[in-house]
Structure formats: structure tokens, C-alpha cells
């Protein structure tokens, strides 16, 4: 059973810098991809973040230039650097596990199996 555990979160002024954290445990096929999404408060969850099987990556529009997914394949972790954070970066982060996953024309995509993470808080104040 994968488990995904999420750390790394939480609060910082405006223009600040964080880095999310997600241990995976469990067997995790090597074909499927992992990425990222949040949850701000009465909106739904959306993708910010993809990462390929080929270490590849892919962002939606509302995080390029200023997130960075990365994968270390030895230590099974995810990581999603983050900076310049604004106020509407706000919210639940969730790592996920899916074998699709993936961003394309400033949007990102999921398929019906993922796996997630119990998410961690972040929170960007003015």
C-alpha cells in the first residue's frame, strides 16, 4: 500500500520561500507519475506541479517560473521548492501518485487512480 506523507508547510510573508517535502513508502509502480496540487479554502483542489517518469516537469501557469518539482529516486522523496509566494498561493498541498499525471496548455491533469498524501498547510500573508 503507498503511503505519502507531506511536510515542509507553513507560513510566510509575501515575496518568502518554502520547500514541501513528500516521503513516499510502499510499492510505487516506476511507470507512474508524481506531482503536486493544492487546495485553497472553498476552491477545488487543482495541479500545479508534474514530474515524469524520465524526470521531466511540468507546471500549471499560475506556478511557472517560481515552483520546482523534483524527485530524489534513492531517498523516495518529492520536493516542491517555492518562491516569490503571494497570498493566493495559500492553501492545502497534496503530493500525489498517479500513472497520469501530467501538465500541458497552463493546466494540470490527473487520471481516476491517485494516491494522495494528507496535505500540508501553507500560508502566505501580505
Known amino acids: 500500500q503507498v503511503q505519502l506523507v507531506e511536510s515542509g508547510g507553513g507560513s510566510v510573508q509575501t515575496g518568502g520561500s518554502l520547500r514541501l517535502s513528500c516521503a513516499a513508502s510502499g510499492y510505487i509502480d516506476k511507470l507512474y507519475r508524481k506531482g503536486w496540487f493544492r487546495q485553497a479554502p472553498g476552491k477545488e483542489r487543482e495541479g500545479i506541479a508534474a514530474i515524469d517518469t524520465d524526470g521531466s516537469a511540468s507546471y500549471a501557469d499560475s506556478v511557472k517560473g517560481r515552483f520546482t518539482i523534483s524527485n530524489d529516486n534513492d531517498k523516495n522523496v518529492l520536493y516542491l521548492e517555492m518562491s516569490t509566494l503571494k497570498p493566493e498561493d495559500t492553501g492545502m498541498y497534496y503530493c500525489?501518485?498517479?500513472?497520469?499525471?501530467?501538465?500541458?496548455?497552463?493546466?494540470?491533469?490527473?487520471?481516476?487512480?491517485?494516491?494522495w498524501g494528507q496535505g500540508t498547510q501553507v500560508t502566505v500573508s501580505t
Open positions: 500525489a501518485v498517479s500513472p497520469l499525471l501530467y501538465c500541458s496548455g497552463g493546466y494540470c491533469y490527473r487520471g481516476e487512480e491517485v494516491y
